[in-house]
């Protein structure tokens, strides 16, 4: 049987952090592609480094969220997975 903390550790890991890595992962895809469509822009003059740099910063959230799922989530759930049986 398990206790109260550890199967709150078991709801947070095996369904609260998956949502919040893919709500993350969506919201830096969008805003890549906001960042994208801003400096593929002709009309827009106003283009400056930032832009750019903001799209690298999205694109980095974006890989750190995916590789979190293989650092921190997998192994989480295993345990958890685990601690259940």
């Known amino acids: ?3 109260i903390p550890e199967f709150i550790s078991c709801i947070i890991v095996l369904y609260i952090q998956p949502i919040l890595c893919l709500f993350g992962i969506l919201f830096n895809s969008g805003c890549l592609v ?3 469509m801003v400096w593929s822009n002709k009309d827009y003059y106003r ?3 930032m832009i750019l ?4 910063m999205s694109l980095c959230n974006i890989v750190q969220l995916f590789l979190s799922f293989f650092v921190i ?3 989480a759930f295993e ?4 601690l259940i049986n």
């Open 73 to 75: 989530i997998l192994p």
């Open 79 to 82: 345990q958890a997975i685990y």
């Open 53 to 56: 740099y903001f799209g690298a």
């Open 34 to 36: 906001v960042f994208i």
């Open 47 to 49: 283009k400056t480094a």
């Open 1 to 3: 049987m398990m206790s």
